[in-house]
């Protein structure tokens, strides 16, 4: 299984600095400038032997249910680097098998992705609506308690 993710190593603040891509931006810089992102060499090259090493260990343990929860992350992998086609397709096989085996979390999980409301998808389209409407920096809340 191949895999091609967004990651963010967390907050600098916290003694970590931020995953770059091939451009030195971060994830959130290239959310901003509408770009997919595309995760280091070395780090996509971690990524995806941890991918085929758990998918080994699923394989080798029978486990029809890791093998649907690797699925359904990968497929959410794939739709943050920007590859919503591949990203669909995962998510198709894995929402109708996972439903019928009723996993309710990994079928509700790949269906955020085929009806494109995932967190990553849901925190794009906030980002687009705080870009293009005015904020009113909390008055609202401010007159609605008086």
């Not at 109708?96 to 995932?118: D, F, K, P, Y």
Request: proline letters at 4%; charged letters at 25%; aromatic letters at 6%.
């Amino acid at each position: 299984m191949r895999s091609n993710c967004n990651v963010s190593s967390g907050p600098a603040s916290k003694g970590n600095t931020p995953v770059s891509n091939s451009k030195g931006n971060t994830v959130r810089e290239s959310l901003v400038q509408d770009q997919p992102y595309s995760v280091p060499d070395p780090v996509r090259g971690a990524i995806d032997r941890t991918f085929e090493e758990a998918e080994r260990a699923a394989t080798l343990s029978g486990s029809t249910e890791s093998r649907l929860v690797l699925q359904k992350l990968n497929a959410d992998y794939l739709a943050i680097q920007g590859d919503a086609e591949t990203a669909r397709q995962l998510a198709e096989e894995t929402y109708s098998e996972a439903q019928a085996m009723e996993l309710i979390m990994v079928a509700e999980g790949a269906l955020e992705i085929l009806e494109n409301r995932t967190l990553w998808m849901r925190f794009k389209e906030n980002y687009e609506s705080t870009r293009t409407d005015p904020h009113d920096w909390g008055w609202h809340n401010l007159a609605m308690r008086s």
